[in-house]
DNA sequence: TTGAAAGCGCTAACAC
DNA sequence: GTGTTAGCGCTTTCAA
């Protein structure tokens, strides 16, 4: 049970070459069944452990997916991780994480960092990058998957959806319950390239609705958590005491907002409608359960997994794959609509 | 700006040897500081990315830090990773993660994967492992760190914490509220070591009391979700109408029992009395303010990187590092105490 | 189905 | 401070 046990000492204990040993350890090589058991025994006794680094060499092929998030603590994100993770390990590939703090400085170094490891493709969260980032994503010769948005000008894949866009529906939804004072929390810092394409759209939509949108409440830089969405609620009562309703950037922020409410004696949804974003199981426990937006975060990671394999067996040109989020009612936003609990 | 230029490509171009061009991206290497700057120009210019494949099995130094963990998507133990990786990635050193689901099985087969990767350490949630797991775990050749536990044999380096000692603490602080029908949620998979280690604390910790614990409520397979937390509230409150307190395996748990509580129109704590565990964010932002205990996942993570990278120098012993739970009192089982919010 | 020779792209070790 | 030589532990390629 030694480290430094080599194929070269495996074949020697069990009398072949170690080309024989090398073709025992993959599936699809042809060795007779008896010779690759005897030879998986012997490595076993002598506790032989493969070594990746040398026939990632050899081969060129690492079996990494590269992927940087912005986050490693964020349940959406940590979906889509799941997703993709459980797709790719049935064809023996592996994630290699880094993660960006939202900061694109960072997502160039570890963009950097990942592609010297050699990875088969490569995943980063969203369409902003530094120009030396997106021109290594360019350069890089393996597919390239940007998730979680839909860029104007892509590198390349793109799986995601528009974050603006999803904003409609869901002001859309508070007009139709006959709010018109509807405000907004987060997304006021560009760090959080798709909080501030939630707030843009959420702008755009009232807008279009013929309604003033000048209740936007900042939230500070991300990730914006439960605390910063109650103190923010604060601040939007003290500021704008007759809003009707708040959409706000996520369901951390929103679950916050709500406690505030909460808190303040205010009854959501007769005094105040709260929204969020992300379908957290949080919205769908907390009294009153929350409105909110499901983005699929697990079918995004489970999508990129098969357009990694797909480009891997035939490299098709530029895909561009639209996951479509649905608006979840719930009672935080309509009094008719609460389901939630046990 | 193509892929396969390699380092003599750089040194060709540069008009220098390829062992320059090598130590020209190395910090400590001796290179005139032209020289050095000249050499990186030209790499740019070319789109030349540093290969770590061949320079890993070279040197026989991966830069790799191997981690198990049960969930990615568990705050805690995304916690643990962050502290992890932030101190790691200051010297050179990239985590390399795999997850378990909870099942000894599979982290036999991550641990397998990532010592095929040749990690200069690997950390492992728990001390439970498959036979075969240990023993790869034993002959690995490198630090092994189980962390989040204090296992009875530890395979090599420990920085954890009792799971079932902290129970006492919580059940002491229930008793003197008074309380003395106190139920457990959660716990009854073994899967979950961690988890069931707080559920036989608790028992110790309520016959220490005197007090009876048969009102165990069962909340299936980690993770246990907020959801399941509000079902077992749920059966609880149907088979021991009479119960004082619950201890719930998680935060997560509890706050699902909370919000079934509200929906009951229990009052928190003076009908019913709530503690969680792990000192999520949610604890200190829910109305009222749940008691838990703070197990400080990133120091955790913050701690086994120090050792590692102490190891890495002056190869010591084994090592044991607590770190000392804490208690954290709020609204959910204390009135006086509940300061939540904004 | 099995084996022998060559080499993946870097760096250790040594020379100057 | 810089260059030369050899080789890390596998797999590709070709031959049998």
């Excluded at 009672?331 to 008719?336: E, L, N, Y």
Aim: hydrophobic share 45%; aromatic share 4%.
């Amino acid at each position: 049970m030694q480290r430094s046990v080599k194929m070269k000492d495996v074949a020697r204990a069990a009398g072949v070459s170690v080309m024989t040993v090398s073709r025992a350890f993959r599936k699809d090589a042809s060795v007779r069944q008896e010779t690759r058991d005897a030879i998986l025994k012997v490595a076993e006794d002598l506790g032989y452990v493969f070594d990746s680094t040398a026939a990632n060499l050899r081969s060129q092929r690492t079996g990494f997916v590269a992927v940087t998030i912005p986050s490693i603590n964020n349940a959406n994100f940590a979906d889509t991780i799941a997703g993709l993770s459980d797709v790719l390990s049935g064809e023996g590939l592996q994630v290699l994480l880094a993660y960006t703090n939202y900061d694109v400085a960072q997502e160039e170094r570890a963009i950097e960092q990942l592609l010297r490891r050699r990875p088969e493709a490569i995943v980063v969260t969203g369409g902003r990058h530094t120009a030396r980032g997106r021109r290594l994503l360019e350069g890089a010769g393996i597919p390239v998957i940007e998730a979680w948005d839909l860029p104007a000008e892509p590198v390349d894949h793109v799986v995601g959806f528009s974050n603006a866009a999803t904003m409609e529906t869901m002001v859309d939804h508070l007009v139709a319950q006959g709010h018109e004072r509807i405000a907004f929390i987060g997304g006021d810092v560009d760090a959080d390239t798709r909080g501030a394409d939630r707030r843009r759209g959420f702008m755009a939509a009232m807008a279009a609705h013929g309604l003033a949108c000048a209740r936007l409440i900042e939230a500070g830089p991300p990730p914006i958590s439960m605390r910063e969405g109650a103190r923010a609620m604060a601040r939007l009562i003290a500021l704008h005491p007759d809003t009707q309703a708040v959409v706000c950037v996520s369901d951390l922020s929103a679950f916050g907002a709500l406690t505030e409410c909460q808190r303040r004696g205010l009854r959501v949804p007769q005094d105040m409608a709260v929204a969020g974003f992300g379908a957290y199981e949080i919205a769908s426990i907390c009294v009153p359960t929350l409105t909110t937006v499901n983005p699929f975060s697990r079918r995004i990671g489970e999508e990129i997994a098969r357009l990694i394999l797909e480009a891997r067996k035939t490299p098709a040109g530029r895909q561009l794959r639209r996951i479509a989020p649905e608006l979840v009612v719930a009672g935080s936003t309509d009094q008719q609509s609460d389901a939630g609990g046990g």
